[in-house]
């Protein structure tokens, strides 16, 4: 992602649209996501609550990636403390946490009051610290971005012991601030998994034919011009008369007498997820940076000295050609305990077209990295 140091971009790491993902980067980020949570909920749901405030004291707000509401400087419009402490009681005390019906990070957002997709998108980024980390390293290494070393961490989860640690290693600090790289691939505007989509579009519609079938009182007919008649329910009259108010704990206690609705409401998130298109990324002229591409190439001198500027120039071309589809460049990686090197390897990170067909429908799992 590109950033602007000053300010946020109003975009989010969304846990349900990491969730979705095919690439290893984004699986292994997933994993420690589902780690931290359901050890979350297990220590609420065994009465362990001093210990459950514990794990979420580290979910501050994070101010590294320069992502989310903050119009100014960022400072987030995050997890501050006394947030922090709202915010878990609010969680304890949720109806999705009484019914048992919260079991991602994601669903915080549709069933808890008070968490909306920046919190979620803060919580996230304090729990996948250490693979932001690495990340940031890997391409400060590949385009040749100093780090400082020995510089704290700060708190990330270890799936391993199941407890948040920080140690120190390589940062990258800019105008004396740490930050954070993040995928551009990973990054969400948040519209698929929220309460109003899952209320509008799946509670009502369900209650509607819900109330059609049992031929209630909130059941309205028109007669057609043809004389037939017409009975309907309006999403208005739900609504209005109590059947389905717009509050989260409502949404947790429908999802509990009726599980199969949010189901399909997640599967159709799932099937609507796609990284954002690079045009939407920045004003780009593509005919502009294809020239430019073109000419950084050429000019590049045959010989070993200017290898290092043909990996970067290549990773800039087939990033550019292939973004969402690859991910995540590294260069000159050894393999076969360092008896061979391999110049330049992406993430396979495709969910259609040619990439995604290598290895599934053809089996060669071996071009799954560009090389």
């Given amino acids: 992602m590109d950033i602007d140091t000053n300010r946020d971009r109003p975009l989010f790491i969304d846990p349900h649209f990491l969730g979705q993902r ?18 979350f909920l297990g220590l609420l749901n065994q009465g362990k609550e001093d210990e459950a405030r514990d794990l979420f004291d580290n979910l501050h707000e994070p101010n590294e990636t320069c992502l989310g509401l903050s119009r100014k400087r960022p400072q987030g419009n995050g997890i ?19 019914t048992g019906v919260l079991e991602d990070l994601e669903d915080c957002r549709v069933f808890v009051r008070g968490i909306d997709k920046d919190k979620t998108s803060d919580m996230t980024t304090n729990i996948i610290r250490r693979h932001l980390i690495a990340y940031t390293q890997h391409q400060c ?17 270890n799936p391993g012991p199941r407890a948040w640690e920080n140690d120190y290693t390589s940062n990258l600090y800019v105008g004396g601030r740490r930050i954070l790289l993040v995928p551009k691939a990973i990054v969400s505007y948040s519209k698929a998994h929220t309460p109003q989509r899952y209320h509008q579009h799946f509670v009502l519609n369900f209650l509607q034919h819900e109330h059609l079938r049992l031929r209630t009182a909130l059941v309205r007919r028109r007669r057609l011009k043809g004389g037939a ?143």
Wanted: hydrophobic share 40%; aromatic share 12%.
């Fill in 141 to 157: 290494e590949l385009w040749g971005i100093p780090l400082t070393p020995d510089s704290p961490s700060g708190f990330w989860w």
């Fill in 229 to 371: 008649v017409r009975e309907f329910v309006t999403k208005k009259d739900l609504v209005s008369k109590g059947e389905a108010p717009r509050e989260k704990d409502f949404l947790a206690s429908f999802t509990k007498a009726h599980p199969q609705v949010f189901s399909d409401f997640k599967q159709a998130s799932r099937r609507g997820g796609k990284s954002i298109p690079i045009e939407d990324f920045d004003a780009i002229d593509v005919g502009e940076i294809c020239q430019y591409l073109e000419s950084r190439l050429r000019a590049i001198p045959y010989g070993k000295d200017a290898a290092t500027d043909y990996h970067r120039t290549a990773v800039g071309i087939l990033d550019f050609l292939f973004y969402p589809e690859l991910m995540n460049p590294l260069v000159e990686k050894e393999i076969h305990d360092g008896r061979k090197r391999i110049d330049l390897t992406f993430d396979n990170a495709a969910t259609g077209g040619f990439f995604l067909r290598l290895s599934e429908v053809s089996k060669i799992t071996a071009l799954r990295r560009n090389s």
């Fill in 80 to 98: 501050g403390d006394e947030d922090a402490r709202r915010i878990f009681e609010s969680l304890a005390q949720s109806m999705a946490v009484k």
């Fill in 22 to 39: 095919s690439d290893p980067w984004s699986i292994a980020a997933s994993h420690t996501i589902r780690s931290f949570f359901s050890y």
